[in-house]
């Protein structure tokens, strides 16, 4: 059924076909429906007036009020202009305009009070606006607030007349043919309790704001709208799940109570014991696990997915550990098969490098069952993985993993569900685990182990490498090691290995007396892995290399990481490479070396890193800095492109929508009530559209 809203937007008056096929192309607007959506992304205030005498040329755009006194043309016929001087009781100022000057002068009338809004810019040593907007200064406008909307648009679109003034129009037309037909798509009960406009004032509001608090109003409405829709559909997802997936109860805990006594390496942080509690309680709890397991890095992630692990194993069935790269599976695989070997638990490593003969046996002992544990990368998803009984698949994001790739490990088994948990290796901000996970149950580990002190993180410009080459050298003496890090990316590859090149041989010339190590993804696998592991044993006590350490190290000695060109990290990176040290008794040092010269998201950045050295805070900054869409991997789940809502400034209105959400469904989850029919409805309409959520199911 075709409704209001669906209407192309070629047939709105003033679009027609041309107009439409760019506003297609450029905006993605479509329909009626696409249009009213596209919201202003700023207001230009209009509610104060400024006294001429006080603007200057470094102001944006400004608004001011005065009388014309006079009006020339001047200049040749092919460069002439129009220049209007207006005066307030403060001063005069020149408008001028290049184009158009037929029709200006016609609107124009000395004498005549106006207001006038544009740019002011120093023109030789006089101040003047060209190209101002003009409005007849009337009862009408005068005194009342006024909040000018600003669109979108490209360069195209203004080619074609289509500036944002041209869409404020286009808005005044369609809201005006809409009036009667815009539906309330939140229940009564909801308007009432957070005090929400409707969804027409919304719309009108945010269009065209009748003061500031009306703005806010309509602002919080439509925020809160979009957000408890995204919830709504998630934790209608969850209890879907709960409802008809259910799971195998694993609660053999013989195999883990002999760990505990036997094998258990050092005693588990509160946090570690609260979240194993939580997962156990759903493995044994007959419906399918589907958790978020989120934890700082160095907080010890590896024992607790071995030990739910575990569960699986000695509940008879099999688990599987996927990473997203093949150094973060063998580091994975590292540090479980150390624990699964004492156990007497069979343990193997799957990724595309795996020999193909080694790869034969892995599959047929995965099906026979003989295979109790495997970690690997994508590999595992082939059809050709095939378990006897799959009982936990444990998969490690970094957001990297689509919800479909995460589905298709949970069909290896037949009978029923495999218990998922996700893991993330490094933290990620509330809100945005909320709508990236928000179908997930959450558990976190929220301290790091006893004893660990905490990593000493300092800012260092460039002038002072004396003093710092100095201070390794110290701890180097007392037996330390050192990561010297430096930035690699792909576009300006070879003068960033030229950098590093040029680093290493500096360290050597200031460290002539001890062995240095250089890794870079230029190297064979061989030769790094060579130099890895002399790092690893302590034959050589500084290690100069690119970002490739920032998974797959553990050096307990080293105690020192050096991050050079600090300011070309991002911070989740860089809270990632100091994860690296701080892994052992000693007192740990994280040193940013910098220039002097720092962007100032770049001094945030580094500030960040030296106030704290806790990753969900970090995280929090990195969201507000960057905005979800730049976060790692977060692009293509189509679950964060919002409208209007911005997961950095709104988090308390994403949780008042969860908790709407999670209210509504818990009362009536089949949103059946006469009360929630709008609810239903815009459900199902959303479902047509929303392409990635049925991809989740
Ligand atoms: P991450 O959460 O970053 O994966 P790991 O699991 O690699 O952290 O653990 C980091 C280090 O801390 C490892 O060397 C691990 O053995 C150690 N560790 C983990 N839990 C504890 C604990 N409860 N007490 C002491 N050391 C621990
Ligand atoms: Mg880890």
Redesign the pocket.
């Known amino acids: 059924m075709q409704g209001f809203f669906d209407t192309k937007i070629e047939f709105l008056k003033g679009v027609g076909p041309q107009k439409a096929a760019l506003l297609n192309k450029e905006l993605n607007i479509f329909t009626y429906g696409d249009l009213i959506q596209h919201y202003p992304f700023r207001y230009e205030d209009r509610t104060k007036f400024y006294p001429i005498n006080e603007l200057n040329g470094s102001m944006p755009y400004v608004q001011i009020k005065g009388r014309v006194r006079h009006i020339e043309a001047a200049g040749p016929p092919r460069k002439r202009r129009l220049k209007a001087y207006l005066r307030d009781e403060s001063g005069e100022i020149e408008l001028v305009w290049f184009k158009g000057i037929q029709w200006v002068l016609k609107k124009l009338q000395p004498g005549v009070e106006y207001m006038v809004f544009g740019k002011p810019t120093m023109f030789g040593s006089k101040l003047n606006i060209a190209h101002p907007e003009i409005e007849l200064l009337t009862n009408n406008n005068d005194g009342i607030s006024y909040l000018h909307p600003v669109y979108n648009t490209t360069e195209r679109l203004k080619q074609k007349y289509l500036d944002s003034k041209a869409i404020s129009k286009l808005q005044r037309v369609l809201l005006q043919l809409s009036e009667s037909r815009i539906k309330e798509t939140l229940p009564q009960n909801l308007q009432s309790e957070y005090r929400l406009l409707s969804k027409k004032e919304a719309l009108f509001n945010v269009h065209f704001p009748e003061n500031a608090d009306a703005l806010q109003k309509a602002l919080f409405r439509l925020k809160f709208e979009e957000l408890f829709y995204v919830q709504l559909r998630l934790l209608k997802l969850k209890l879907a799940r709960i409802d008809k997936f259910k799971g195998k109860p694993l609660q053999d805990t013989s195999a883990l109570t002999r760990f505990y006594n036997e094998h258990l390496?050092?005693?588990?942080?509160s946090a570690?014991k609260r979240v194993i509690k939580e997962i156990y309680h759903d493995m044994k709890s007959g419906q399918q696990m589907n958790r978020l397991l989120q934890?700082?890095?160095?907080?010890?992630?590896?024992?607790?997915?071995f030990i739910c692990m575990l569960l699986a194993v000695g509940s008879g069935c099999q688990a599987v550990m996927m990473a997203p790269t093949e150094i973060l599976a063998s580091q994975h695989y590292q540090?479980l098969q150390e624990y699964a070997d004492k156990m007497e638990i069979t343990i193997a490593l799957l990724t595309g490098s795996t020999k193909k003969s080694e790869r034969k046996i892995i599959h047929s002992y995965l099906k026979s069952g003989d295979l109790n544990i495997i970690v690997g990368t994508h590999a595992l998803l082939e059809d050709i993985v095939q378990f006897k009984e799959l009982g936990l698949a444990i998969v490690d994001e970094q957001h990297r993993f689509g919800v479909a790739q995460r589905s298709r490990l949970w069909q290896k088994n037949k009978d029923f569900y495999p218990h998922v948990l996700v893991m993330t290796?490094t933290p990620i901000p509330r809100t945005l685990a909320m709508t990236l996970y928000g179908d997930l149950d959450v558990s976190v580990?929220d301290e790091l182990?006893?004893?660990?002190k905490p990593i000493k993180t300092v800012h260092r410009y460039d002038a002072n490498r004396l003093k710092v080459n100095g201070f390794m050298k110290e701890q180097i003496a007392e037996g330390r090691q050192v990561y010297v890090v430096y930035p690699l990316i792909e576009e300006s590859e070879k003068l960033d290995l030229k950098h590093l090149m040029d680093g290493y041989e500096s360290i050597c010339r200031s460290f002539p007396d001890v062995p240095v190590s250089i890794v870079h993804g230029k190297m064979k696998p061989d030769a790094k892995d060579y130099e890895m592991q002399r790092f690893v044993k302590g034959e050589t006590k500084i290690m100069v290399a690119t970002t490739v350490i920032e998974v797959g190290v553990?050096v307990?000695n080293a105690s020192v990481m050096v991050i050079e060109n600090a300011e070309r990290f991002g911070l989740a990176q860089l809270h990632q490479l100091r994860?690296r040290v701080g892994?052992g008794a000693d007192q740990s040092y994280c040193i940013l070396m910098s220039s002097y010269k720092l962007s100032k998201e770049a001094r945030i950045r580094i500030d960040t890193m030296v106030k704290t050295n806790n990753g969900f805070e970090i995280a929090d900054t990195d969201l507000q800095l960057r905005g979800p869409g730049d976060l790692m991997g977060t692009q293509q789940s189509g679950v964060l492109d919002l409208l209007i809502a911005d997961l950095g400034k709104d988090g308390k209105i994403l949780q008042a929508a969860r908790s709407a959400a999670l209210a509504i469904l818990n009362d009536d989850p089949e949103l059946e009530r006469p009360e929630n029919r709008n609810v239903r409805a815009q459900v199902e309409s959303m479902r047509k559209t929303v392409v990635n959520w049925s991809r989740i199911s």
């Open positions: 390496p050092f005693d588990l942080t570690q934890g700082d890095v160095g907080s010890g992630k590896t024992i607790v997915a540090g290796a580990i182990p006893a004893g660990r553990n307990p994860g892994r």
